[in-house]
Every structure is written in structure tokens, then in C-alpha cells.
């Protein structure tokens, strides 16, 4: 008799069947060294263990998915759709996955490296050169329009307005978190870029009855929550313009971080965790460490967004951050080092 497990294609009971089945369920971690202190307990979602490598892999298959379910896409649509990157590489995965066409609308901006990652997975990439309003998310999304306009079958889910992209981390990484952690969670710090995972964590803990103070760390230069527009460099963290998901919305706390703040901190958790994280969780790890008076006695979760291999030609690149940022080695190592962040 043939055994039907040794079969292509089969597989044995609780093993992943397909790529999309190991999305979710990474690690969380206890990062004892980054602080410098013990008198807080701070653990990090590490989502770059994610298939795609990074959180972005979890609203990226929610949205697919709900959507074939709903009839809003079929297998024959090309789906648009505008990323500074991590979003991108979601959903070329997710959509190679299910046979779904797909054209990612990116920038100047993006990371070489994630652009070609995309390619890869089977994205068709079209770069926007030119900002519009001073806006390159302004130019992204009126490209997406234009494209969708003229390209038949094709449909934009809009990671930006569409609420399974929140709902994806309702039911996501703040649910594992709170289980792993029995509840007992002082204090959440996300960033935020469409704020959808934040909106998502909040709102799970929020249903629990759970007392977690959920605060979201924005760039300097974000319009976000009421603030001023002005040049970012490091991606997946704010935005030029208030996407539809964002607005009216209110949380625990905003904490802004600059870039080079950004740049310390992904080379601080190098340092003292040997974990090399990526621009938007160097700015989360800061704002904790800012915090971190405050927070004394507590339980802190960080959800860390992606890994810090992506930003090697950037982030961790002496050159790049003297030549981008304006921002000396000497300067970093300083704000490496201060303890009164």
C-alpha cells in the first residue's frame, strides 16, 4: 500500500502546508541588556521571523484572503497597490501564493533591497521619481489610481483605509502577546505608519478589558496625530499625509523620534542583544528607553516590525547616515551612550 503522507504535495498533520501557513506565532523575546536597568521587564514581538520578514505578512494575507472570500477579488484580478516596502514583499508573497497578479507602486524612497524582493516574489513594480505636493505618498496613491483606471481586473484593497488590515493584528501578534504573557501587560509601544497595528492591538485589549496603555511612536516629520509634515528618511514609520485609517483616532500616548534617534537605536539593540532590528523598531526601542522612569517596575511589550538586514546599506552605514541624515559616527555613538535619552 502506498503511504499518501510520502506524496508530493501531502503533508503530515500540523505541518505547515504552504508558505502562508507559517505567518504568525514568531517569537517573543525578553531584551534584558538594551535598557541597561532591570527594574522593567521589556519584551519584543520580533515579527521579522515572519516568512516574509516582517509584521506587514500578517494584514497582507488578512486582506487577501478576506477578500477572495468576499468575491471582491478573484484569482484573475491584478491587484494595486502603493508600499514604502515591507507591505510590498507581503503581498508579492501572499499573492504568488494564491496565483494573484500584483503591481506594487513604490518610491525613491524604498529600500533597493525590499524592491527587488518584491520583483522576485512576481510584483510588477512601477516607481514613482517625483513627489506630488512636496508628497511622495501623495504621488504613490494617485499613481495607483491612474493604474487601476487603466488596467482591467484591477482592484486597490488600500492597506490605508481597509479594515481587515487592523483586524489582521486583532487577531495577530497582540493576541499572542497577551497569551503568552497571561494579560499582564503594563505597557504596549507600536509604530505607526497607517496605524493599523495599533489600531489592531488597542482594540483587542480594549475587548479583553485589559488596562495596557497602548503608545505609538511616529517620526518626526509625520503628519500623523496632528503633526508637521517635513523630510523622513527612514520607512515604515509615520506619514507625508494622514491616511483615511488614522483619522480620529486616539491613543495612550504619541511619542515622536527623529531619524538619527533611529539610526541609535538599531545599532544599540546590534550592541547590547545582538539583534539586528530595522529603522521603525530602532525608534521603538528609543522611545521606551526615553521613557524608561516612567515605566519602572512594569511589563513593556515592543512589536519590533522587521530585521535590520535590510537596512545594512543604509541604517547601519556610516557613510549613509552622514550623507542622509547630516549625522557623524561620533554623534550616533553619543546617542548610543546617553543615558538621559
Known amino acids: 500500500m502506498v503511504d499518501a503522507s510520502r506524496l508530493p504535495g501531502a503533508t503530515a498533520a500540523g505541518l505547515p502546508a504552504g508558505v502562508a501557513d507559517l505567518i504568525g506565532h514568531t517569537p517573543l523575546m525578553r531584551l534584558s541588556r538594551y535598557l541597561g536597568r532591570d ?23 488578512h486582506m487577501v484572503e478576506q477578500a477572495l472570500v468576499r468575491g471582491d477579488i478573484t484569482r484573475d484580478s491584478t491587484l494595486v497597490e502603493s508600499s514604502s516596502g515591507n507591505m510590498g514583499i507581503g503581498l508579492a508573497q501572499i499573492c504568488r501564493y494564491h496565483g494573484i497578479a500584483l503591481i506594487c507602486v513604490v518610491d525613491v524612497n524604498a529600500q533597493a533591497q525590499n524592491v527587488a524582493i518584491m520583483a522576485a516574489l512576481g510584483a510588477r513594480i512601477h516607481r514613482v521619481t517625483e513627489p506630488l505636493h512636496g508628497d511622495f505618498l501623495a504621488a504613490r496613491m494617485a499613481a495607483v489610481e491612474q493604474i487601476v483606471a487603466a488596467t482591467p481586473g484591477a482592484v486597490w484593497l488600500n492597506q490605508y483605509i481597509n479594515r481587515d488590515n487592523p483586524g489582521a493584528h486583532a487577531i495577530g501578534a497582540i493576541a499572542e502577546i497577551d497569551a503568552a504573557l497571561d494579560g499582564a501587560l503594563d505597557t504596549l509601544f507600536v509604530a505607526t505608519s497607517s496605524t493599523g497595528t495599533a489600531q489592531g492591538c488597542r482594540d483587542y485589549l480594549a475587548e479583553r478589558g485589559r488596562s495596557t496603555r497602548v503608545i505609538v511612536v511616529d517620526a518626526v516629520g509625520s503628519t500623523l496625530f496632528g503633526g508637521r509634515a517635513g523630510k523622513r528618511f527612514i520607512p515604515g514609520m509615520g506619514a507625508g499625509r494622514e491616511p483615511g485609517l488614522a483619522r480620529g483616532q486616539v491613543f495612550s500616548r504619541v511619542v515622536r523620534v527623529g531619524d538619527a534617534r533611529c539610526v541609535a537605536g538599531c545599532r544599540r539593540a546590534a550592541e547590547r542583544e545582538a539583534l539586528l532590528v530595522g529603522g521603525s523598531a530602532g525608534g521603538v526601542l528609543e522611545a521606551v528607553r526615553g521613557m524608561a522612569n516612567e515605566l519602572a517596575g512594569q511589563r513593556v511589550g515592543v512589536i519590533l516590525h522587521d530585521s535590520g538586514t535590510r537596512y545594512l546599506d543604509t541604517i547601519f552605514d556610516d557613510g549613509w547616515v552622514a550623507d542622509t541624515l547630516g549625522v557623524s559616527p561620533e554623534q550616533i555613538r553619543a546617542m548610543i551612550d546617553d543615558v538621559h535619552v
Open 39 to 61: 527594574d522593567i521587564a521589556l519584551y519584543a514581538k520580533l515579527e521579522a521571523f515572519n516568512p516574509g520578514g516582517s509584521a506587514k505578512d500578517r494584514p497582507a494575507r
